[in-house]
């Protein structure tokens, strides 16, 4: 599996973004040499030309993970504000997050899923009290039940049971994918300034 870095100059001034900039060529050419492939997946400009406040990137090849581990944390790009003639401060930070990408899709197969008869009460007249026609569907891998007796044929009750069961499988399936999004925006606001895991300097 190709690990993903989301590199985010968080809420920081303008050099922060110039500073990310520059962190990423340096990181793609340490990648080049390392035979690590790295693509740019998204990327949100800054306010100056080229630079960015944040940047998505998978990295591939066989020392992936490792070149990966020492790039992630707090990054400092160490030199003088191209912008602010005389300002006293050099350290700008940078935080390079890992972060999954791609949200989880359950496979659903009607194999997976165990559908057991059974009787309910309700309104609905004696056919339905003394019938096993209700449908209790349970999807294997992942727990997931659902019960129907809105019908009084069993095929009928069956069939609505497994769309149910899609359904409620694809819906948390999306609601897996707003968490990861949601990670990716509080990544902005988790930099730590100070103490950084690496730094690069012109």
């Known amino acids: 599996m190709s690990p993903h870095l989301l590199l985010s100059a968080g809420r920081g001034p303008q050099e922060c973004a110039w500073?990310?900039?520059?962190?990423?060529?340096?990181?793609?050419?340490?990648?080049?040499?390392?035979?690590?492939d790295v693509v740019r997946l998204d990327t949100v400009a800054g306010d100056r030309?080229?630079?960015?406040?944040?940047?998505?990137?998978?990295?591939?090849?066989?020392?992936?993970?490792?070149?990966?581990?020492?790039?992630?944390?707090?990054?400092?790009?160490?030199?003088?504000?191209?912008?602010?003639?005389g300002h006293g401060r050099k350290n700008w930070y940078v935080a390079a997050r890992r972060c999954e990408i791609d949200a989880p899709v359950t496979p659903f197969t009607e194999a997976d899923v165990d559908v057991l008869a059974i009787r309910t009460g309700g309104p609905g007249g004696q056919h339905r009290n003394k019938a096993s026609t209700a449908v209790r569907a349970t999807h294997r891998p992942t727990g997931t039940v659902v019960v129907v007796d809105t019908e009084r044929q069993f095929t009928l009750?069956?069939?609505?049971?497994?769309?149910?069961?899609r359904q409620r499988l694809a819906?948390?399936?999306?609601?897996?994918g707003r968490a990861l999004m949601a990670t990716r925006r509080r990544a902005h606001d988790e930099l730590i300034r100070g103490d950084p895991a690496r730094i690069e300097h012109p």
């Open 157 to 165: 009750n069956r069939s609505i049971a497994l769309r149910l069961l």
């Open 19 to 36: 500073a990310l900039a520059r962190l990423l060529r340096r990181l793609e050419a340490d990648a080049t040499r390392n035979d690590v």
């Open 171 to 176: 819906a948390g399936d999306a609601a897996a």
């Open 49 to 85: 030309p080229g630079t960015y406040r944040s940047v998505l990137i998978r990295l591939t090849g066989a020392g992936a993970e490792a070149f990966t581990a020492g790039w992630t944390g707090t990054l400092c790009w160490q030199a003088p504000s191209p912008y602010r003639a």
